[in-house]
């Protein structure tokens, strides 16, 4: 187990360091290439054109509660945590 950690001189720490700084300054230059940038705003908004809006909320609402052993108005009476 002594492969897994050992105590580093000062010329390994300096190795590191180096390596580090190259496998960064790599990555930076790879994502200064990407030249569209979307903000997360653009990533989840999503288009509706093509979605109907011709009453289908109404008509599964109407059909929930057809089927409902008990209700009110507009809400199904259920038991929480009974299952």
Request: net charge positive; with cysteine.
């Amino acid at each position: 187990m002594d492969f897994l950690w050992h105590k580093t001189s000062k010329d390994e720490r300096e190795k590191i360091k180096k390596d580090a700084k190259k496998m960064m300054d790599s990555f930076s230059k790879k994502i200064s290439r990407i030249s569209e940038k979307k903000s997360i705003k653009d990533l989840t908004e999503r288009e509706r054109k093509d979605k109907k809006e011709d009453g289908c909320k109404t008509d599964l609402q109407k059909r929930i509660l057809e089927n409902a052993k008990q209700k009110t108005n507009h809400s199904i009476v259920a038991e929480k945590k009974k299952w």
